[in-house]
């Protein structure tokens, strides 16, 4: 298994070279995330300056309700962080990751099956990310709304997200 405060280096020292602040211990809806990441930049693409946020926290175990709750959690608090105002040339991302030492397979199955809830122009991209098998889960399915930029939240997770080998 990898060690949970060498991934959170890691995946920090990734995302300060891709141009995010990180600010390490960030309490997000009574509970502590370890890594709260933001950027802000014009991301021609997506015909918009895009906020992205990347919220790491490590947990011993979860299961889908818990999962799920803090990625809705981690999405509210990067649209207040934001000021909440979205469209026309502003939109964004959250990233809300749980990692853990060992993912029960059922909720990898219920992570890879369930699609990222719908915002308006913004993104809610929960990923799980199971240490010991050094694996990064997300809904790999296609989907319809943001077909256009999904691929890119997906190599963005894998690069930023997956475990050293």
Not at 87 to 115: K, Q, R, Y
């Amino acid at each position: 298994m990898s060690d949970p405060q060498q991934y959170v280096a890691t995946v920090s020292e990734r995302l300060v070279s891709d141009g995010f602040e990180v600010t390490p211990n960030v309490a997000v809806d009574g509970g502590m995330a370890g890594i709260w990441a933001g950027r802000r930049n014009f991301q021609a693409s997506m015909f918009s300056t895009v906020s992205t946020f990347v919220i790491v926290r490590l947990d011993t175990s979860v299961d889908a309700a818990h999962f799920t709750a803090f990625s809705a959690a981690c999405f509210q608090a990067a649209v207040r962080r934001t000021g909440g105002g979205r469209g026309l040339g502003s939109s964004g991302v959250c990233f809300a990751v749980t990692a853990v030492p060992h993912a029960d397979p059922g909720l990898i199955a219920a992570v890879e099956a369930t699609p990222p809830p719908k915002h308006w122009s913004s993104f809610e991209f929960p990923v799980l990310v199971d240490l010991g098998a050094k694996t990064v889960t997300f809904h790999r399915q296609r989907v319809l709304w943001g077909a256009a930029y999904v691929g890119r939240f997906r190599r963005d997770a894998e690069r930023w997200l997956q475990p050293a080998t």
